[in-house]
Nanobody, 126 residues
Framework: QVQLVESGGGLVQAGGSLRLSCAAS????????MAWYRQAPGKQRELVAG???????NYADSVKGRFTISRDKTKNMMYLEMNNLGPEDTADYHC????????????????????WGQGTQVTVSS
């Protein structure tokens, strides 16, 4: 069993930056691919970025060049550095991990992921 807790969301003006953190605990040895998803009101859940255990990453086209996903395995942490934020980035952001599965980090099928954090709200004002 893996537990994930996000932090770092908040209100930021357009053009600003935020760094989201995801702390993993529990059966951390079972963690494979990790990912950040977001969902805005009235919109579909969207894969923002994924990172495999070996370090391969993938980003949604809408965030390429602006967001960076990373992992610190020594601290059981995952991060999402978000730069040049715009109102279109406003959403609930959730971290997720695949347990006993190893999806490619660009696979947006959320059913691959077994453990989810509670979410952290990111609001970008125009």
């Amino acid at each position: 069993q893996v537990q994930l807790v996000e932090s770092g969301g908040g209100l930021v003006q357009a053009g600003g930056s935020l760094r989201l953190s995801c702390a993993a605990s529990g059966s951390i040895f079972s963690i494979n691919t990790m990912a950040w998803y977001r969902q805005a009101p009235g919109k579909q859940r969207e894969l923002v970025a994924g990172i495999a255990n070996g370090g391969n990453t993938n980003y949604a086209d809408s965030v390429k060049g602006r967001f960076t996903i990373s992992r610190d395995k020594t601290k059981n942490m995952m991060y999402l550095e978000m730069n040049n934020l715009g109102p279109e980035d406003t959403a609930d952001y959730h971290c997720a991990t695949a347990v006993n599965r190893c999806p490619r980090p660009g696979d947006g099928n959320y059913r691959w992921y077994d453990a989810w954090g509670q979410g952290t709200q990111v609001t970008v004002s125009s």
